[in-house]
Every structure is written in C-alpha cells, then in structure tokens.
C-alpha cells in the first residue's frame, strides 16, 4: 500500500509540472517584424535567459546553419557582399578592404564562443581573400539538447551579427531588430579648489533616446582612481556645460561630483554611461579623458 501511494503522489506531481509548464505563456521570436515559425521544438526561459531553438531562429535572420557531430559544435556562418558588408576600409584608392564572411562557433554545454572573420580585398572587378580574424567571448547560457534540438542564447547569437535584441516582458516576446549606431558627444566643466567639483554631460544624439551616465572616476597623475559621489546637475551646471556646446545643444544626462581639483595638476577622468537607442535597445559605453588644468 505504501509503495502504491507513493506511485500516485509521483503521478500526481508530474501532472502538476506538466499543467504548469503548459499553462506558462510561449515566448515569441520576431526578426524585423516577422515572428519566426517552429515546428515540433519552441523557445524557453532559463534564469532570465531566452533559449530557442538554433535552426529555425538563425535562418531568420540568413545564417546559415552546420552541425559538428563530432565536435558536438554548432557552426552559424553569413557571407556579405562589398556593399553591404559591415566593415569596409579604402587602402588605397579604387581598392576596399571588408568583411566577407563571419562564421560564430558554439558548443554545446560550454559557456564560450569562438568568431572567425574572413576578410578579402575588391579591386575594380577582382575580389580576393585577404586576411583572418579570430575572437572568443564568453555566453551567459551554454548551448544544450532538448529533445533531440539545439538550443541557443539568442541575445548573442543575434548581436554578433549585428542586430540588436529587445525583451518586452509583457508579451513575453524577443524582438531582434537592425541596430542602430548610437552617435554622441560629452562636455565637462571643473571647478578646482576645496571643495572642489566635476561636471560631466552627454549630448548632440544621434539614434539616442535617453541616457545615464552611471559612473565618473577621477585619477590624479600617478595616483589611484576615486569614484565620485554623483548627482543630478543644477541649472547653474548645465549653463557651465551649455557655454562650450551651445545654447541650443539637446544634452542627454548632466550629472556633478564633488573633489578637491589641484591648479596645475593633471587627471584622468572615466565614466559609464547607459544608452537607450531609438529602438529600444541598450548599450554600455565608457570613455576616458584628460584635463590638464591651468596653473593658478
């Protein structure tokens, strides 16, 4: 009797789970508007992470697709034209440099990937291999089989080929769109003395929303890097900033810290900023600068 009331409660549970991943809302792919089709395998959530199935998501966006047996390796690969490549560089003229063909490299259960470039050299109507590049990174979800299918993070997949990813929670749907290249400029002001202070702005956006600069350090000449306490800039700040860009200059985000500049002294200033592009996307960028400040 025991072992037959453990059997049913096993039943039991296993219903539960079936139930409860059946009552769980799909997750949606979109390539520039189009949702993508499955067939017998479908997208998953792992931690946070959007799993989907390599074959039909990399078609849609016109990768094609190679499986290593052996290797247990997944091969995604795209071929570009002169034209239309990414990366093109003139060397000399009437001769252009570009990449022909990106080849990403995934296996499955590791938490790395592998990307080979192929370049080659169009002159006039002559096209001929030029060099190679190789780089590896690392995933924030290793490749894994289910039911006989390849799963892959997406967000990767999908940014080494130059598009960019958007999760909207609310229809639990990714959407995978061209990406845009998010242009801007920033302007400082520095008050020496004690107290002293720093203000950082972005601005002049181009295919930029909105912006947060999220982190400003200050290195002093052969010291170590402090990280300022940061606020929102006053009106009297912006003004500072708006005499060097312009009146009318459209700034994205304006922050002040606190620290006592030295007259004469040289500093490396470095920040992180979060970018929201006009599509949605986002992007972490740093920059560093140097200010050499007049004596007093």
């Known amino acids: 009797m025991r072992h037959r009331r453990r059997a049913v409660l096993a039943l039991a549970l296993a219903a539960l789970l079936v139930a409860t ?16 089709t499955w067939t ?12 989907v ?41 009437g001769q252009w440099e570009y990449l022909a063909q990106r080849t990403m490299r995934l296996w499955i259960g590791q938490g790395t990937y592998e990307v080979v470039n192929e370049y080659a050299v169009q002159d006039g ?12 990174g690392e995933l924030d979800a290793a490749p894994v089989i289910r039911g006989g299918r390849s799963y892959v993070p997406i967000r990767h997949v999908a940014e080494q080929f130059g598009f960019d990813v958007l999760w909207d929670g609310a229809a639990r749907t990714v959407r995978i769109v061209s990406a845009l290249s998010a242009d801007w400029s920033y302007a400082w002001s520095i008050n020496p003395g004690e107290p002293g202070s720093l203000v950082l702005a972005l601005h002049t956006p181009v295919n930029v929303a909105s912006a947060e600069i999220t982190s ?49 002294a040289s500093y490396t200033i470095g920040f ?10 986002q992007e972490t960028v740093t920059d560093t600068f140097q200010v050499q400040l007049p004596a007093a």
């Open 53 to 93: 199935p390599v074959r039909a998501a990399s078609e849609a966006m016109g990768l094609e697709v190679r499986w290593d047996a052996a290797a247990r390796r997944i091969d995604l690969s795209r071929t570009y034209t002169s034209d239309g490549s990414p990366y093109r560089a003139e060397l000399q003229s």
């Open 272 to 281: 992180t900023a979060v970018l929201t592009k006009a599509n949605g996307a």
């Open 125 to 136: 109507r002559t096209v001929t291999a030029s060099r190679t590049g190789e780089h590896t």
């Open 216 to 264: 400003v350090t200050v290195t002093a000449a052969g010291g170590r890097a402090e990280t300022l306490d940061l606020q929102a800039a006053g009106a009297d700040d912006e003004a500072r900033i708006r005499e060097t860009v312009g009146a009318d200059a459209v700034l994205l985000d304006a922050v002040r810290g606190a620290h006592a500049f030295q007259a004469g």
């Open 21 to 36: 991943a059946a009552a769980a809302p799909a997750v949606t792919v979109t390539v520039r508007g189009t949702e993508v």
């Open 40 to 51: 017998d395998a479908v997208p998953y959530l792992d931690g946070g992470r959007t799993m």
